[in-house]
């Protein structure tokens, strides 16, 4: 039967588990992109840190001219080109340094069914991919972290034996309503912005009224100081 499969782990945990910064970081993205835990993310972090440091090494071997780095470059940045990571023609390794994990992420085929209007929400799009709702091309796929080539990219779309692949099925959203991730992020961040705004002139309208309160009580102080009480007044008129 040959021997066990033992796999190996596709990730690597960060250092300092307690971050707090890093922490939320990490929350906005899950919640950006419909991921199922912080371990989809941390695959998609070592991906791109393998992807960066072959590029730094091969940076330095193409210095001195090496032939067998030069054909390992070209092949890196067609791979990359082929998975819609960087531009067919005119990439270069200073490119490849720039990506970040998030283009890694818009890759993913759970985030391309849901830009293209397959489901409402990202987590929608990830349930229609597990339960076989959707393909690439004739081809069943129900992994939602699967990187779609550019080739692919058009392919995207209801299976054919799903229910959800009749156009008057009550499921299938509006292409109209549905916005990419980005998108939704932005709009978050003004309406908190209107929130606090909203909230900043209560505490002075208040403080200002307090003040005027205050300005009334001194002058109605100053004016009973002036105005000599009415029982001495009359006693003076009558003397």
């Known amino acids: 039967m040959g021997d066990p499969k033992f796999s190996r782990r596709k990730y690597d945990k960060p250092t300092f588990p307690w971050e707090g910064d890093r922490i939320q970081a990490e929350n906005e993205l899950i919640k950006k992109y419909g991921l199922k835990n912080k371990k989809e993310l941390w695959k998609a972090q070592s991906m791109l840190r393998n992807i960066r440091q072959r590029s730094r090494i091969l940076q330095a071997k193409v210095r001195y001219e090496d032939q067998q780095a030069e054909k390992e470059k070209d092949e890196l940045l067609k791979k990359l080109g082929s998975l819609g990571l960087l531009p067919l023609e005119g990439a270069t390794l200073n490119d490849v340094l720039a990506l970040d994990v998030e283009a890694i992420l818009s890759r993913r085929l759970q985030t391309l069914a849901y830009v293209k209007g397959l489901a409402y929400t990202p987590k929608q799009a990830r349930q229609m991919i597990v339960h076989g709702h959707t393909s690439i091309g004739e081809r069943k796929v129900t992994v939602p972290g699967y990187l779609v080539k550019r080739d ?26 549905i916005q990419p991730p980005s998108e939704e992020v932005k709009e978050e961040k003004e309406e908190e912005k209107e929130e606090e705004k909203a909230k900043e002139p209560e505490p002075k309208k208040a403080e200002e009224g307090e003040e005027e309160a205050e300005k009334d009580e001194v002058e109605e102080e100053n004016e009973s100081e002036e105005s000599p009480p009415p029982e001495k007044e009359s006693a003076k008129e009558e003397k």
């Not at 990219?153 to 156009?167: C, F, G, Q, T």
């Open 152 to 177: 692919e990219e058009n392919m995207i779309k209801y299976s054919p034996n799903s229910p959800l692949a009749h156009d008057l099925h009550p499921a299938r959203p509006d292409v109209e309503k």
